[in-house]
């Protein structure tokens, strides 16, 4: 495989809209961890919020150009972009976007981002299997929990232009990378058993072919590799995102990487011992990872451990 030409970048901003955790009181701000606070408060006077989903802005820079990204929108019509708002923050910047797979968890609050974005034909890039209908989670035998899948239109209406692939592409004048569809090769990640989906009036597993995440390159440091949930198992995410650019060094892990409930606790300590054989220079676990993970992670890697919260601002800098 020739590697992408994913150029690097001078720093790096991750500002997190909305994850499933929030301390407005929690200290430990550094120069890489800027907690979010809402603007303009001079005491607590309106919170930032928390629910299970995701949604980041991506700012890039290098020699004084700056860019923006928007990764996923979180579950609820208006929790990314209220919280938005209450960081003072202007989405009118956002240019491009991903979806990082389609579970309504990352992209539930697509109409309100979009209209705080104020723009028209933002291209949006996803995978074309995140459209797939007919999802479900199979909880138990004759029990079903349906995954509604998004619809194009609703994007369109949101001022968004889809753009899907399965392969690599770069965004952001070829500063972020979309990885496309990840190749399913550990052998303890088997991704999630009890997705299901309807075809044909037959009801087969679902791969969620779909999950993707985006790499970043800074300069001098390494990879910064998020992923939405990582249902194709974050080390072979991890691992792709190596293989396709060509760069080894990894200095951030960061995103879900569902490793939450009983179908998937047996496989936290392979997973934690393999991240730590990558050696990131931090890891961010955020969303799905689960409670034990996170604790094993902090626990097992404690210097490169970061608590990530709605509202927080990692700032990744060249040396």
Known sequence: MSAVNLLPLDRVEIITLTDNYIDLAAGGNTDVVKRGRPAG???????ILAEHGFSAMIRTEEKHEKHTLLLDFGLSEDVAARNAKTLGIDLSEIEEAVLSHGHKDHFGGVLQLGKSIRKKNIPLTAHPSAFKPNRFIALKPGMKVSMPSPEETRFSEAGFSVIKTDQPKTLLKDHVLFLGEIPRQTPFEKGMPNAIFEQDGKETHDPLED???????????????VSGCAHAGIVNTVRHAQRVTGISNVHAVMGGFHLTGPVFEPIIDETVAALKAIKPDYIIPTHCTGRKAIQAIESIMPEAFILNMAGTTLIFSAP
């Open 41 to 47: 408060a001079s005491a607590l006077s309106g919170s």
């Open 211 to 225: 999950d993707t995440a985006l790499v970043i390159h800074v300069k001098g440091k390494g990879l910064i590799i």
